[in-house]
């Protein structure tokens, strides 16, 4: 074992599960044996018949080469057209005897040889077959201890289509996909500047799951980027199965009902939010990504609301508003004022639910649980099903369990008016994270109004409501800034402000950088009338 | 990351703003009952002291940033005068929380909560304000941004309603000028007592703040605007709703109101949308005060046993709320605190600090 070797095995971390790691092992180092090397790595990927091992000569025999790569995880035209066939051709024009010693054959190999500038040398088997298992090729020489990785990785992926969830009228068309190489592009696309930067860690002992950190510097407050590293940089799991689990491990408040991250499908949305001053972490085999720092507010934005006039993104977003009303709020109510406050209800409408009721044998408050309960499995039923199977069991469902609850005496009409209310604004809800959230305060909602009637859903709503502006992401409050007390910071909040309104980034997160628009971005008639004026 | 347990001078307008209503929106028809139709006079009479209180605190917070005005007067005055200060502060502190907490549960088991036993209202309000409590102070500042805004407005808009349906008559506001100054100054006081709890407050929150020296316009504002103004304005609509007789004769003119007010046959039980800004008010001004008794109580004792100590002031508040078994009796012993306990108190205290800096720097400038 080598030095090197010695003091990984020192450092290296143990797993509880008491499985033999990679890393856990020696550090092995390439041997000058290419047959020893491609025995190795073979011994390695073992029972992986994908695994393609082949020697080539080179000059009649002069030299060796090994060749390892996974047959389905890389692009076999370009092995053949930029390493073996180059191989093959050896000697290129205007070679020195110097470059068919082995080490100066290795180096020729890097300096333009192998037509591919993605080329990497490393000493370590445990590096290369990372590198292999990835989709890179190994490339080994007689009588060199050193191998060269070359990127070849090519494999199906899904090609970019329609977003699934956040769908949009006026907004772009594009989605994330799986590839994370192909999110990358997506991004930089929207953002062709050198400040867009992106940082890479590997995260899971066995997934190796590629996460990559995207920033504007300049733009976003370091310290967020520097915790965003800080705190991904500290993950050890073994698989990441779900960005949900980097979410989890890295936000400020885990146990919390309330999203402190945002996650989009949309390459538009994460590039806007990255011009802010958030930052985009994307992680490999997922189609979203996950921005942070999240303002609790941001959750009832949408593109939509931009593409629109700003008198009618206004009306939508303020809709929206009311649908989370609705959605926490409505069954709560409904059961308060059925249940306890009786004044408030006018003398008509009353009687027109105390007609409903009768002959309803539960109370109001099984009622409305039983149905939430209903919708919610529905809800729940419409997202595993097919698409098309997935809608029409929600809706059917909704409306045949309905009316034969109705029909049957265990369910008044007002209770089915309103849990349909409820779960449609659910809908409304622009994010699926808080949408959630919405469903969870709602039952903590109902419990309370079944206890202690309106005086419970106030307090209900007020613990609520801390628990927001209690939270943070990533050090920034989730209700920030519409807590500064300032009326400017509401701006863009309760309704969607004029563009030319929206000239600052917001400062905690923009720190230090917060214009986004010049000062000639004025009304567009100024210049006309200046030039009228001078006619 | 951004770690700062500071308020901002806007913050502190708001602190102030919720911490004005406590007793104060049940003490009311006291002050009618003495200054009568000239009420406003008592209120520009007693803003002024106010103002001048709060004034006062800038001042002392300004000269001693990060330090609250116990420790002030501890600092010139040494420790056991200012750990008796502390001590009947904690006190006075615990004592406004209990009462203010029976008062509005009071209310709540009247109206709303007729079957429900009194100690679950108590206790479930008290639960919520330890919450804020303990989440510190930039939490519960935020949330007075987003909620008193929201409270105030509720009130003026569910009384106001009383414009639209003409159960508003001005002859109600008139005559003025008919109380003599004697009762104009009976007046000032009996309105000074209960909103001078926003001062009580202020002596602690002042050490929180991010720049002491550019608050004096924020702390002005809030103290005319929060204490003032929207007295001025809350008695407008009360006279003039229920007649300065009534009005001096019942303690929660709001819910008065609200009941009364109806508009067709649909509009009506809009005292439901007061119960929001009564329980909601409530549950902010026991938080200030839940917080300036823990945070005292944890300097005395050097910061150790925190969630201890807010633990026993909790339990303490509880079993005083519960101890006091009606909303007339929690009625009586809030006023004789507020006359006689919580005004002197906070005078004094401001009134000896400020002796004791003025002296400390004279001696000072003596020594050279």
Redesign the interface.
Known sequence: MNLFGLLKSLFHKSTDSGTVMPSQKEAITVGKSVDENLRLVKDIIRDDDSLTAGKVTIRGGELTAGVVYLNGLVDQDSISRQIVERLVECPPGGASQNDFRPKGYLEALKKGLITNLAIKETFLIEELTCAILDGNTAVFLEGVDTALIIDTAEFAKRAVEKPDVETSLLGSKESFVEDIKTNKVLLRRRLPIPGLRFRSFRIGRLSRTRVYVAWLEGIANP??VE?AFRRIGRIDIDYVYSTGLIIELIEDNPLSIWPQYKTTEVPEVAAANLSEGRIAIFCDGFPQAIVVPLLIFQELQTTDDYGQKFLTGSMIRMLRYLAVFIAMLASPLYLAFVA??H??????LASHIAAGRKGVPFPSVLEVLFMTVVIDILREAGIKLPRALGSAIGILGAVVIGQAAVAAGYVSPPVIIIISVTAIATFVIPSYPLSGAIRVANYLLVFLAAV?????V??GS??L??QI??LRS????L?YP?????ISSLRDILVRAPIRGNKKRPE?LAHGNETRMGQSAAKPDQGNRKRGGRR | ???TQRI?A??I??VIWAATYGGGVYYACLIISKAGRDIFFSYITGGIILILMGLAVWHLSKSFPGYTIIQILEQHAGGITGTIFAVIYIFISIALVALLIRLVTGL?GAF??IN?PGW??IL??LL?AL??AA?GI??Q???F???MPVLVSLWFITTSIGFINNQFDFSNLLPIFESSPAQLISGGYLFIAPVCESILALLLFTASLRNPSQSRGSIIMALAMGAVIISMATDFITIGMLGVELASRVSYHGLNITLIVSVG??I?????LL??AL??GA?IKATIHIYCAWMTASHLLNDRFRRAILAAIGIIAYIATISIDSFNRAFFYYRILSEYVVFPFVALTLILTLILVAAGNKKRNYLG
């Open positions: 310290k967020i915790e306890y406050n004044t408030v209800i006018p003398s008509d202690s009637g309106f005086f419970g106030i307090i007020l613990f409501l801390t502006i209690a990533f050090g920034i409050p209700s519409a807590t500064t007390g300032f905690l | 990351v951004i770690e901002s806007r913050q307008f708001f709540v709303f909560l429900t679950f209202p479930m309000i919520l919450y804020i989440k930039e939490v500042t935020r949330l941004v987003m909620v046959e649909f009506q039980g809009i005292e439901v119960l929001v329980e909601v549950i």
